[in-house]
């Protein structure tokens, strides 16, 4: 009987960051508009239905939202109170 070894997953290349129009990476530009809308990334996770962990991936760069999660970013950011 041959024994099974465990392969390593495999990995996806890394791509870039999305950047905004501006040229400034996804995370930093999110962590900006939290701040100036008063909100926590809690609030944030809240809204899109996300772990709050998810949401700090977003801002550090870690990760970045799948396009519904960017449709529930983009609609709690344009309701929310400018501080």
């Known amino acids: 009987m041959a024994s099974v070894t465990a392969r390593p997953r ?4 890394h791509e870039p960051p999305h950047s905004t129009e501006q ?3 996804f ?6 508009q939290l701040r100036q809308a008063g909100m926590t990334q809690a609030d ?3 809204r899109a239905g ?7 991936a ?15 970013i983009a609609t709690t950011l344009a309701t ?4």
């Open 58 to 72: 977003w801002v550090t760069g870690r990760a970045e939202p799948r396009e519904e999660a960017m449709a529930h």
């Open 10 to 13: 495999s990995r996806h290349v």
């Open 44 to 46: 944030l996770a809240d």
């Open 27 to 32: 995370g930093p530009w999110l962590g900006r």
């Open 23 to 25: 040229g400034e990476a």
């Open 50 to 56: 996300v772990p709050r962990a998810t949401v700090s």
């Open 80 to 83: 929310a109170s400018p501080k």
